[in-house]
């Protein structure tokens, strides 16, 4: 017996589950235009996730950050932030190390010059896409918990779908300190669940 048993709470995945990885872009790891403390600590943790979801045949969906040039969350342009992850540039690109499956979905957003979208709902196909996949649940994880993963999870949800926050695949901005537990209490309070990569039913990686 090399299996162990499910632990209490454990999440047994199964048809209708999807992945979806907030921005795992260059840009937003060390080194990048626009880098996460310790964003890149996300990526082993994603890699397990990665390989279960691509193991048992689910859908896995990655949203990016695709801005025009002069981008009005530019700092250039009076907004909050340095340039970064301009479409087409090395920035933008996903980030290497994760294992991303040749099946993947790409949804890019905030593509539109004049109109800041973190979520990767906002000004996108995602909902009716997922929909049309019949997918009900959505495992989410990426950068940054306190930007684009909090509004991406709270608007899946006002779009119905059950979320599960993988809570060990997350990593803030903060640019105020405690950002990242406002926004993961703010995830949780809205229905999100959390979960770690141990709870999910089955063999580990
Ligand atoms: C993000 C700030 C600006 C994010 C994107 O992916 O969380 N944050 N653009
Ligand atoms: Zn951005």
Redesign the pocket.
Known sequence: MNETPDLPGAVRLRAGDALLV??L?RD?LPGGA?A?PDGDRVVPALNRYLERFEREGLLVVL?R?W?PTGHV?FNTRGG??PP??VAGTPGAEFAPGPRLPASAQICSK?TQPDA?A?SGFEGTELAASLRQQGIKRLFVG??????????TVLDALREGFEVLLLVDAIRP?EVQPGDGARAEQAMLQAGARPIRFEQLAGPGT
């Open positions: 907030v921005d872009q937003f626009l996460v949203t950050d801005h969350s909050p932030w970064h992850c905030a800041e973190y990426g950068l940054a918990t306190d930007y684009c993963v909090r509004t901005v």
